[in-house]
């Protein structure tokens, strides 16, 4: 089993453009989040989806938008990058019904907006 | 202000030395306390997960402890080896649905020979 796989590994962006970020899990994970990571910030939470055709916003969801294709895949979109929006993201998933599953991450999308 | 607070926020240790990393929070109500590990470019990994009723846990030489009653728990790392250079992050979830969490900002840990 892979995990969850996301892709690309990096990308840099010049402001205004957009991009998606991919994310697929093979664990048969009902609920799927994306998360920021910033220097001296703790991994914040931008949306999650507690279950296939579902979606919620998270701490900080402006400038982003989601898409759960199906129950593997959660996608997040920028629309018009911006250089606050640089970051490490980090697609996770759980299983939802489990009050002590973890969260299982993926390998983060380094990401420059300049 | 953060509702999980990690102290320190970054150390370095000898390889073979042992050390302590604390986690106070504030969240409640609390459902249980989980502590992940983070190599450099990779994403975090659970290591251990305590629950309201549990005071210790190990798991190989990462040991947790939990006092619910002051809200603090502590990772020991005991012998610690090169690969244990990482970032520790301490995970409240909140009692409840939605898997509410609330992250620490990490403890940076360097293991140098």
């Known amino acids: 089993n892979a995990g969850v796989t996301q892709t690309p590994k990096f990308q840099v962006l010049k402001t205004g453009q957009s991009m998606t970020l991919q994310c697929a899990q093979d664990m048969n994970h009902n609920s799927m989040y994306w998360y920021r990571q910033d220097p001296g910030m703790g991994l914040r939470l931008i949306y999650y989806s507690a279950s296939e055709g579902t979606t919620d916003k998270g701490e900080v969801p402006n400038g982003y938008n989601v898409s759960r294709l199906n129950k593997r895949e959660f996608s997040l979109r920028l629309e018009s990058a911006a250089p606050s929006q640089t970051s490490v993201y980090f697609c996770?998933?759980?299983?939802?019904?489990?009050?002590?599953?973890?969260?299982?991450f993926g390998n983060g999308t380094r990401l420059t907006v300049t | 202000k953060n509702q999980v607070e990690q102290s320190p926020q970054s150390l370095i240790i000898l390889e073979g030395k042992n050390c302590t990393l604390q986690?106070?929070?504030?969240?409640?109500?609390?459902?249980?306390l989980r502590w992940y590990k983070q190599d450099t470019g990779r994403g975090p990994v659970s290591l251990t997960i305590m629950t309201f009723s549990e005071n210790t846990k190990s798991n190989g030489r990462y040991t947790a402890t939990l006092d619910a009653d002051t809200k603090q728990s502590s990772l020991h790392i005991t012998a610690s080896q090169l690969s244990d250079s990482a970032s520790y992050i301490c995970v409240v979830r909140l009692l409840g649905g939605n898997n509410r969490l609330a992250f620490g900002k990490g403890n940076q840990v360097v293991v140098i020979p």
């Open positions: 996770a998933s759980s299983a939802r019904d489990r009050w002590d599953s973890p969260l299982h």
């Open positions: 986690c106070n929070y504030t969240v409640s109500p609390f459902s249980n």
